[in-house]
């Protein structure tokens, strides 16, 4: 398994990537939750540019079959997407995944499919997605982390820079920010606090 930057950040536009692209981040995530099928693929089309020209590394979120056409290298499915996803095809398009996992029953089934990294989540309580499962809490993390074998861990849900360390301490090896970075009152400044802890 490659071993993958710790800092990832849920970015919400094109604007985002552009920024994120800018200031050095390695992995981020293009999560867009509203929009036109068009205007979306756009969005991607975009953002897969502006990646490819810097170098990040670009995880689609939700949106698969645009992410194969689109010529992308990642994409995030939950539990939900993973019902109608074809991830035969995204496999056959030598795409990476990464799967959301809330449940000992859903990393099971995450596992089945050889992700290429699982996602636990919400660690500590979020603002940001309004989820039927409460804080998971950091002894989860070291519990995931046994299972997972080489495979990385993701973990997500109001995340701070302040509390990387103990997460980190807890054995993940990725760390997904929304809110932390999009609700600061400078979000480039929180992105170049962030990279000079984990570059
Ligand atoms: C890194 C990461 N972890 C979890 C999620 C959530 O995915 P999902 O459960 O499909 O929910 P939405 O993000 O689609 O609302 C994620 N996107 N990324
Ligand atoms: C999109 C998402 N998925 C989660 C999960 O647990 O699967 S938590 C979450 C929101 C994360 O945002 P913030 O960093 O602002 O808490
Ligand atoms: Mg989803």
């Given at each position: 398994m490659m071993s993958l930057p710790i800092f990832y950040p849920l970015l919400d536009s094109v604007e985002g990537v552009e920024l994120a692209a800018r200031l050095g981040v390695r992995f981020a995530?293009?999560?867009i939750k509203s929009g036109g099928h068009e205007t979306i693929r756009d969005n991607i089309r975009q953002s897969l540019a502006i990646a490819r020209e810097a170098n990040m590394m670009l995880v689609i979120n939700d949106h698969w079959q645009l992410a194969i056409e689109e010529g992308a290298d990642w994409v995030h499915l939950g539990q939900e997407d993973l019902i109608q996803a074809d991830v035969n095809a995204l496999r056959r398009a030598g795409i990476s995944l990464g799967i959301s996992t809330h449940s000992q029953e859903e990393l099971e089934r995450a596992l089945l499919l050889n992700p290429d990294y699982i996602a636990l989540g919400p660690i500590y309580p979020t603002?940001?997605?309004?989820?039927t499962w409460s804080a998971q809490?950091?002894?989860r993390i070291s519990e995931w982390k046994a299972q997972?074998?080489?495979i990385p861990l993701c973990v997500i849900g109001g995340i701070t820079l302040e509390r990387s360390?103990?997460?980190l301490?807890?054995?993940a090896d990725i760390i997904a920010v929304v809110s932390d970075v999009s609700l600061h009152p400078d979000p480039s400044?929180?992105?170049?606090?962030w990279l000079s802890c984990y570059c």
């Open positions: 995530q293009l999560r603002q940001t997605k309004s989820l809490g950091l002894g997972l074998g080489q360390s103990a997460v301490a807890s054995g400044e929180r992105i170049r606090e």
